[in-house]
């Protein structure tokens, strides 16, 4: 393949024309024959060679020129709900992201996960190469139904649909709740890429002020009165950004204004495996009579074998079946399914987790010595997890220290990314796990 391309870049083979025998290439290079064909094909396969069916091989017409390059942070884009989501996605290998919402790769399963893919080469034919079904894997709906009945949710595998990543489930019940024009209440701060979805279906976002103990609970019963919303999206557990748990009180509080104002929440629960102990869930408190719970994967396993869920009540579950297969035409990946469930059953993946708390847990607090020296300071003390929201000294604009930051490659999450009301220009989010002395070192110059 080497020598082919090196005589099509040096011109020896120009657009058009036949490249030489199989065995006369085999004989020059001294390889046998099924080696030429294997390369003449592999080359078919990246479009610099066509193959003509009883003539031969010949070089491609003109070939695009392709710059294998990665691509340059915007340093000019507007610092939005999706500002953190592009920085850190198209972030080149030299760039550090502190400000990203996983962890790095090398802090993943990633020797279960090969033990898991060895065993998907294994498997039938219809795992490789068919659709799967429109609900999911029943074996991984399965083994989380037994798992949410030990923290006290009945639901069969029945109230489970798979869907391909969390952020799909999300969008799956905003087609089936939602239409242009509704008004969905979400935390103040909250996850920016709630903000990001809801704007992409035209819907109107209102927000109540987030505490230490869960939203505000006051003002939680004042807007619902007011603007009257459809739904409200939340974290339950180690919320996204501020790391804090609901409280007992808080939730049933929640709740209870929840009945009181037809009001159906989504749950998300994407961080909750990255706590200690269980906290409240509303999900678990309201028997999923008016909470949907939404999940994934992607934070504690692999963001790259997406997998998401949805569980709710049986005929929702039912119309959400239908819209799925509307718009995805069934599941997730059954190939990506399959892995998550073989991983997750791996006798490792428990101790994996335990592993990742433990280590969490003294990175948080080495980082939280370390930002201290800076002027910076907590805005609460998580119980687990990877995220410390945090207040810069002096009322600096967390946002032009993201800017300067992100000149030397340096990804950070200003706090207005995540606020509906524009209220947190002086906190951002700093992910412990993708924190080193470098990032230190660029973060105090910003602040300078």
Same mark, same amino acid.
């Given at each position: 393949?080497?020598?082919?391309?090196?005589?099509?870049?040096?011109?020896?083979?120009? +657009?058009? /024309?036949?490249?030489?025998?199989?065995?006369?290439?085999?004989?020059?290079?001294?390889?046998? &024959?099924?080696?030429?064909?294997? !390369?003449?094909?592999?080359?078919?396969?990246?479009?610099?060679?066509?193959? @003509?069916?009883?003539?031969?091989?010949?070089?491609?017409?003109? %070939?695009?020129?392709?710059?294998?390059?990665?691509?340059? &942070?915007?340093?000019?884009?507007?610092?939005?709900?999706? =500002?953190?989501?592009?920085?850190?996605?198209?972030?080149?290998?030299?760039?550090?992201?502190?400000? *990203?919402?996983? %962890?790095?790769?090398?802090?993943?399963?990633?020797?279960?996960?090969?033990?898991?893919?060895?065993?998907?080469?294994?498997?039938?034919?219809?795992?490789?190469?068919?659709?799967?079904?429109?609900?999911?894997?029943?074996?991984?709906r399965g083994h989380l139904a037994r798992q949410f009945a030990a923290e006290g949710i009945e639901?069969?595998?029945?109230?489970?649909?798979?869907?391909?990543?969390?952020?799909?489930?999300?969008?799956?019940? *905003?087609?089936?709740?939602?239409?242009?024009? $509704?008004?969905?209440?979400?935390?103040?701060?909250?996850?920016?890429?709630?903000? !990001?979805?809801?704007?992409?279906?035209?819907?109107?976002?209102?927000?109540?002020?987030?505490?230490? #103990? +869960?939203?505000?609970?006051? @003002?939680?019963?004042?807007?619902?009165?007011? /603007?009257?919303?459809?739904?409200?999206?939340?974290?339950?557990?180690?919320?996204?950004?501020?790391?804090?748990?609901?409280?007992?009180?808080?939730?049933?509080?929640?709740?209870?204004?929840?009945?009181?104002?037809?009001?159906?929440?989504? /749950? $998300?629960?994407?961080?909750?495996?990255?706590?200690?102990?269980?906290?409240?869930?509303?999900?678990?408190?309201?028997? %999923?009579?008016?909470?949907?719970?939404?999940?994934?994967?992607?934070?504690?396993?692999?963001?790259?074998?997406?997998?998401?869920?949805?569980?709710?009540?049986?005929? =929702?579950?039912?119309?959400?079946?239908?819209?799925?297969?509307? #718009?995805?035409?069934?599941?997730?990946?059954?190939?990506?399914?399959?892995?998550?469930?073989?991983?997750?059953? $791996?006798?490792?993946?428990?101790?994996?987790?335990?592993?990742?708390?433990?280590?969490?847990?003294?990175?948080?607090?080495?980082?939280?010595?370390?930002?201290?020296?800076? +002027?910076?300071?907590? =805005?609460?003390? &998580?119980?687990?997890?990877?995220?410390? =929201? *945090?207040?810069?000294?002096?009322?600096?604009?967390? !946002?032009?220290?993201?800017?300067?930051?992100?000149?030397?490659?340096?990804?950070? !999450?200003?706090?207005?990314?995540?606020?509906?009301?524009?209220?947190?220009?002086?906190?951002?989010?700093?992910?412990?796990?993708?924190?080193?002395? /470098?990032?230190?070192?660029?973060?105090?110059?910003?602040?300078?």
């Amino acid at each position: 393949m080497a020598e082919i391309r090196r005589r099509i870049t040096g011109r020896a083979l120009t +657009g058009g /024309e036949k490249l030489p025998s199989i065995r006369r290439l085999a004989s020059d290079l001294k390889v046998s &024959p099924s080696t030429v064909v294997e !390369a003449y094909e592999r080359l078919v396969a990246e479009g610099m060679v066509r193959a @003509r069916p009883g003539s031969g091989f010949y070089v491609a017409g003109s %070939l695009p020129v392709v710059a294998l390059r990665e691509v340059a &942070p915007k340093l000019d884009r507007a610092i939005d709900p999706l =500002w953190v989501s592009r920085q850190s996605l198209d972030a080149g290998a030299d760039m550090l992201r502190p400000g *990203c919402g996983w %962890l790095p790769a090398d802090w993943m399963p990633n020797a279960a996960i090969r033990r898991s893919l060895r065993a998907l080469a294994r498997a039938e034919d219809g795992i490789l190469s068919d659709y799967g079904g429109t609900r999911g894997s029943l074996a991984l709906r399965g083994h989380l139904a037994r798992q949410f009945a030990a923290e006290g949710i009945e639901a069969g595998a029945d109230q489970i649909l798979l869907t391909p990543s969390g952020s799909r489930a999300m969008d799956l019940l *905003c087609r089936f709740l939602l239409k242009p024009g $509704d008004t969905v209440l979400v935390d103040d701060p909250c996850y920016f890429n709630f903000q !990001a979805l809801l704007r992409a279906h035209q819907i109107r976002i209102v927000s109540v002020p987030y505490t230490p #103990t +869960g939203p505000d609970i006051e @003002r939680f019963g004042q807007v619902l009165a007011a /603007e009257r919303p459809r739904l409200y999206i939340t974290n339950a557990a180690l919320h996204n950004p501020t790391g804090a748990t609901l409280s007992p009180r808080t939730a049933h509080q929640v709740l209870t204004l929840a009945a009181a104002h037809d009001l159906t929440i989504v /749950e $998300d629960e994407i961080f909750a495996e990255f706590e200690p102990e269980p906290s409240p869930r509303l999900a678990a408190l309201d028997g %999923l009579a008016r909470v949907i719970r939404v999940g994934s994967f992607s934070k504690t396993l692999s963001a790259s074998a997406r997998c998401g869920y949805i569980v709710a009540r049986p005929e =929702w579950i039912e119309g959400l079946v239908d819209l799925q297969v509307a #718009t995805n035409f069934g599941g997730p990946s059954p190939i990506a399914a399959e892995l998550v469930f073989g991983t997750l059953s $791996d006798g490792s993946y428990r101790k994996h987790l335990a592993d990742l708390r433990t280590r969490l847990a003294r990175r948080r607090r080495e980082m939280l010595a370390e930002l201290g020296k800076l +002027g910076i300071t907590p =805005w609460t003390l &998580p119980r687990g997890g990877f995220c410390l =929201w *945090c207040r810069l000294p002096d009322g600096r604009d967390a !946002a032009a220290v993201a800017q300067a930051a992100l000149r030397e490659r340096v990804v950070l !999450a200003p706090g207005n990314v995540f606020s509906v009301t524009q209220s947190a220009g002086d906190l951002m989010r700093f992910n412990v796990a993708q924190m080193d002395g /470098e990032v230190l070192r660029v973060l105090g110059n910003a602040l300078r």
